[in-house]
């Protein structure tokens, strides 16, 4: 079946620290895959997005590769900002009706 | 502006008293869904909608119940309220890959 895994939080980095949050996934087909972000008190936002192999998506800073060899899609950002604290989701579109597998969040906080 | 509404924002009731939480989308979107977020749950889909009058269940649907007579509403009711029923509730709309979340829904059920 499908299935997202990401890495347990809290994950808490000082300013301008390097950031990687990982996400690993299983999936059949060709499924497309994306971060959302959830800042304190909000929605869910979509921060990128990839749609096949090599893809990689990119946005506010924040860079994710679709690895289709090590079924990969892991978040990184150079220097991150106090503004970045927030919960990190990683999900699947498998490619049928549009419902989206979803990993268990990741919640970054980000000190000055 | 291109937004996903959502109301109440933050909700107390008791066991049993029928509720009906709103959500409108004003981006003409065919698909919508309703999720609940739980600590160390993450998102939970309940019902979705992939267009009016077509809704379908998802991971957890028992307790709710849902209605999609017109394109940009998409209301979760909550017949007979209990307390494994608090949570925090999210609507979202799609086309095409991304989806749009509302703010959300603060339920608390004593």
């Known amino acids: 079946g499908n299935s997202v895994t990401q890495m347990e939080g809290p994950v808490t980095l000082s300013e301008e620290a390097f950031l990687t949050i990982n996400c690993t996934y299983t999936?059949?087909?060709?499924?497309?895959l994306f971060w959302y972000v959830q800042y304190p008190g909000e929605g869910l936002q979509l921060l990128l997005k990839?749609?096949?192999a090599d893809d990689k998506g990119s946005n506010k800073g924040f860079e994710a590769t679709y690895r289709k060899e090590t079924t990969s899609f892991h978040l990184e950002k150079g220097s991150v900002q106090v503004s970045d604290s927030a919960v990190y989701f990683c999900?699947?579109?498998?490619?049928?009706?549009?419902?989206?597998?979803w990993g268990l969040g990741t919640s970054l906080a980000v000190n000055p | 502006e291109a937004q996903v509404t959502q109301n109440p924002r933050y909700l107390i009731t008791v066991t049993g008293k029928k509720l009906t939480v709103t959500c409108s989308q004003n981006?003409?979107?065919?698909?919508m869904s309703w999720y609940r977020q739980d600590p160390g749950l993450g998102l939970r889909q309940i019902y979705y909608?992939?267009?009016?009058?077509?809704?379908d269940k998802g991971d957890v649907p028992e307790g709710y119940k849902v209605s999609r007579k017109e394109k940009r509403n998409f209301p979760l009711i909550l017949e007979s309220p209990s307390p494994n029923q608090t949570s925090l509730y999210f609507c979202?709309?799609?086309?095409?890959?991304?989806?749009?979340f509302g703010p959300g829904t603060r339920l608390t059920v004593l």
């Open positions: 979202a709309s799609s086309w095409g890959l991304a989806q749009y």
């Open positions: 981006m003409n979107h065919e698909y």
């Open positions: 909608s992939m267009n009016v009058e077509v809704t």
């Open positions: 999936a059949t087909g060709y499924p497309s």
């Open positions: 990839a749609t096949k």
């Open positions: 999900a699947l579109d498998p490619g049928n009706n549009r419902k989206l597998i």
